[in-house]
């Protein structure tokens, strides 16, 4: 199979726009996934701390 350099040149030139384009969506879906993580850190800081001592809300009871 014969390549002709322009054929070659193109493709060449097609790789790297979809190089840029993919590597544009990686940089928005890390800006997202950066900020889903920051909300996410703030509502669980929001929440109010479990019980850690006493009799009440520390040991749970099961039976089979």
């Known amino acids: 199979m014969s390549m002709s350099v322009e ?3 193109s493709l060449a ?3 790297q726009a979809a ?3 993919q590597e544009k969506q990686m940089v928005m879906l ?3 996934l950066d ?3 920051q ?5 669980l800081k ?3 701390q479990l019980a850690t001592t006493g009799s009440v ?3 749970i009871n099961t039976y089979a």
């Open 57 to 59: 809300g520390t040991n």
């Open 7 to 9: 054929n070659t040149v």
């Open 13 to 15: 030139l097609s790789l």
């Open 46 to 48: 929001s929440m109010p």
């Open 30 to 32: 890390r800006k997202s």
């Open 35 to 37: 900020i889903q993580a």
């Open 19 to 21: 190089n840029a384009g």
């Open 39 to 43: 909300t996410v850190t703030e509502v």
